[in-house]
């Protein structure tokens, strides 16, 4: 195996190609495995840089999960159904968080690469694992789509492959109030996250501190570029440089784009990609995760993106046929934006930058975070 500290490494699978929620739910629709085909299309995934994820066994989770738990969704799994005291007392069998045929295969699946990350990045290391980022998964319940906690795995794993101080960055328009849950008052552990306010599960205040390194910033709807570069400049990058951690794990989740339909953000994609090249650099350990992200097109091209940055490559204003191809094959069945996409869906990575007045409330906010710097990081 390459040593990770040689190029970044992906970690991926084909358990996702063909494997969704069901015909109505946002997840749908293909995501890592449209991420895999346009990297290859690119040029930008070559096999020694290729990872297939392990499938955690269900002792492994134990680390977090509840036994009963994992037996419980093992059994969802084999019998295709839930008993009604199953769905009460673990969140399983709902609208959001369905019984599907891999129903506990694809999760451990994403808590294998992340658990396996942590090992691979004892030595330090850059590694890409877009199928993660189930942020909001409980230790003995499903929660908001998410059966397992892939970045609460990722972050425990890393601890016990030497890595003391952990920085948890979280972009998604969502809060990731399971891996709050987790670290919220872990001093070592630095939390910072951007997601919309009034937007479900509704945690994550402006005035939460935790132990002091859990820093939370509720934005508006209607976010744009130039407020996340002041979000990224005055509250991220700061922070991160003063925690000095052993590991950086940033959850990239692509829903806070203006394609999305569960947000009411207006990025685009360039934002994501100055965070995940900002942070290049600043820990020796470097884990990106995917998260969030409910439009085929938008969510592919961000996260293709994501691996260019890894890897410094250029991307380029129009894509090779190759990748528009893998673009042209998808859809968004039951939607409306699936029935008349715009062009450069199709043609490029890359959005329009979308900037903007940095409005008083963001600076506000900012404002109150970081004045606890010096006290409190």
Known sequence: ???????????????????????????????????????????????????????????????????????????????????????????????????????WRRPATSAGASLLAGELLARGGVIYSPAGGTHHGMPARANGFCYLNDPVLAILSLRRNGARRVAYIDIDAHHPDGVEVAFGDDPETLM?????????????????????????????????????????????????????????????????????PLSRLCLSNNAHWRIVRDLLGMAPRYLV?????????????????????????????????????????????????GRNPPPHWFDTLRDAHRNGDVRPEVTERLSHLTARFAVQV
């Open 1 to 103: 195996m390459k040593d990770p500290r040689a190029a970044p490494l992906f970690i991926g699978s084909e358990i996702y190609r063909n494997s969704s929620y069901g015909p109505w739910h946002p997840l749908r629709v293909p995501r890592v495995s449209t991420v895999m085909d346009l990297s290859r299309a690119m040029g930008w995934l070559p096999a020694d840089q290729y990872i297939t994820s392990p499938r955690a066994k269900a002792i492994a989770l134990t680390i977090w999960h509840h036994p009963d738990y994992l037996a419980a969704l093992q059994r969802a799994e084999a019998e295709q159904t839930v008993t009604p005291e199953d769905a009460e007392r673990f969140g399983l069998g709902t609208t959001a968080n369905p019984v599907y045929p891999e129903v």
């Open 192 to 260: 910072i996250s951007i997601h919309e306010q009034n937007r479900w599960p509704r945690t994550g205040a402006l005035t939460d501190e935790g132990a002091g390194s859990l820093f939370n910033l509720p934005v508006q709807a209607g976010l744009n570029d130039t407020e996340m570069a002041a979000i990224r400049d005055r509250l991220i990058l700061p922070a991160v440089q003063q925690f000095a951690p052993d590991a950086i794990v940033l959850q990239c989740g692509a829903d806070a784009v203006t394609e999305d």
């Open 289 to 337: 995760l995917g998260g969030g992200g409910y439009n085929p097109w938008s969510v592919g091209r961000l996260w293709t993106g994501v691996w260019a940055s890894l890897n410094g490559f250029e991307i380029p204003e129009r894509l090779p046929e190759a990748a528009r191809q893998v673009l042209r094959g998808l859809s968004f069945p039951g939607h409306r934006l």
